[in-house]
């Protein structure tokens, strides 16, 4: 039998709520979990716990010298949202740790920027039955324009916690 996990379980009960509650206690315990994603100002905008989108707005404190998205806030924005989508669907007693990120930076990007992750339920499947593992989790990253300015690949494992 796997191990709650704290994770999901304040994830599913936040979704009871109406979601500009739901999404706004979701967001507040990952920017509290994850410091640099609440520095950022990361907000989850939707999330049915298989799927995620995260948003990124365009302001001063991530902006590079073009004033664009800088390309680590950029990626901290993918990274985050494959983290999500793995950490609530891990058993409680599995770490999830990012293996590899390869990130292609192909166009420049214009204004705020969304982060969709998602995961497959053969993939959730692996992750609740294998004591440890790794998933490539599929990430879209767009800008305002609804293109695709960095095209990611997130490759995320998990081991058993450490007692």
């Excluded at 995961?119 to 989790?137: A, F, P, T, Y």
Aim: some cysteine.
């Amino acid at each position: 039998m796997a191990k709650t996990n704290p994770l999901r379980k304040f994830a599913e009960k936040a979704l009871s709520y109406p979601d500009f509650i739901a999404l706004r206690l979701l967001t507040f315990m990952f920017r509290f979990k994850v410091k640099l994603v609440g520095t950022a100002g990361v907000t989850i905008l939707e999330t049915d716990l298989k799927r995620v989108v995260f948003f990124q707005k365009n302001r001063t404190k991530v902006q590079n010298h073009i004033g664009g998205i800088h390309a680590a806030a950029m990626a901290l924005l993918a990274e985050s949202a494959t983290g999500f989508v793995v950490g609530v669907n891990l058993p409680g007693d599995k770490l999830p740790l990012i293996k590899s990120m390869n990130l292609k930076y192909v166009k420049r990007s214009q204004g705020d920027m969304q982060a969709e992750a998602w995961l497959s339920d053969e993939q959730i499947h692996k992750m609740q039955n294998e004591e440890k593992g790794d998933v490539m989790v599929a990430v879209k990253v767009t800008d305002e324009s609804g293109q695709e300015p960095i095209i990611c690949e997130m490759n995320w494992a998990w081991i058993t916690r450490a007692k």
